[in-house]
């Protein structure tokens, strides 16, 4: 991935760099042996975001079930992730869920929510994480998490520019977190994505759905690189 990649640039999913071609996603996942792949959080596990011309329409996760479905049909897939969750609701509502379905592979979401508004909770969001990935790696299930994106730098962002502490703060407990329990992590906090002028929604919040192109795209090579494909 290259920062020189030009910002202002319009692109398609058919041609944008960040994005990989089915093919080649389908290519890197071949043989995957994940059958259960299942997503648990907040709007962002949702795929919640603002739609993009010459972009389908489609959220980060399901585009990797896709992905996953185009090598493996019998692939079951569920996405419990709802808008405004936080890490308790997430451990409250969607983990007992989660663990019935019985992921072998599951992408876990939250914090942002916890800490968006001043005074939030950063132990309590470590402990609903470390509980919720005790519990899923405990059922056997290969752990996935990803960073968010530096986008507070662009000057559309300025009204959202407080939040840039603590969602490096969130980052770093994500990083410990995957690093702990092995989980297979994606990195956004750097990417070049994250200067795009078009990449924010109009919430200031979440990405476009040219943005979860990309996201899904980095999701791909990260479990790629876990089965040592890339």
């Not at 093919?23 to 059958?35: D, K, S, T």
């Not at 259960?36 to 975001?49: C, N, Q, Y």
């Not at 010459?54 to 090598?71: E, S």
Request: proline share 6%; net charge negative; aromatic share 6%.
């Amino acid at each position: 991935m290259s920062s020189s990649t030009p910002l202002s640039a319009h692109y398609t999913e058919a041609d944008d760099p960040l994005v990989l071609a089915p093919e080649r996603a389908v290519e890197l996942l071949r043989g995957a042996p994940w059958r259960r792949f299942a997503v648990l959080g907040d709007s962002i596990a949702a795929g919640t975001g603002d739609p993009s011309p010459g972009y389908a329409t489609t959220g980060w996760a399901d585009r990797v079930a896709a992905t996953l479905r185009a090598v493996n049909p019998e692939l079951a897939y569920r996405n419990t992730g709802r808008v405004g969750a936080t890490s308790t609701q997430v451990r409250q509502h969607q983990l007992p869920e989660i663990l019935e379905f019985g992921p072998d592979l599951v992408h876990v979401n939250c914090g942002g929510n916890d800490l968006f508004e001043a005074g939030g909770d950063p132990n309590r969001l470590r402990d609903n994480l470390s509980a919720m990935l005790t519990a899923l790696a405990e059922a056997g299930a290969q752990l996935s998490m990803f960073t968010v994106a530096d986008v507070w730098a662009v000057e559309r962002m300025e009204p959202m520019r407080a939040m840039r502490a603590r969602m490096a703060q969130m980052n770093e407990l994500i990083r410990a977190l995957a690093t702990e329990y092995d989980a297979v992590l994606t990195e956004f906090w750097e990417h070049p994505v994250r200067l795009r002028p078009s990449v924010m929604s109009a919430d200031l919040i979440h990405f476009t759905t040219s943005g979860h192109a990309v996201v899904a795209t980095e999701v791909t090579r990260a479990l790629a690189e876990r089965l040592g494909r890339v």
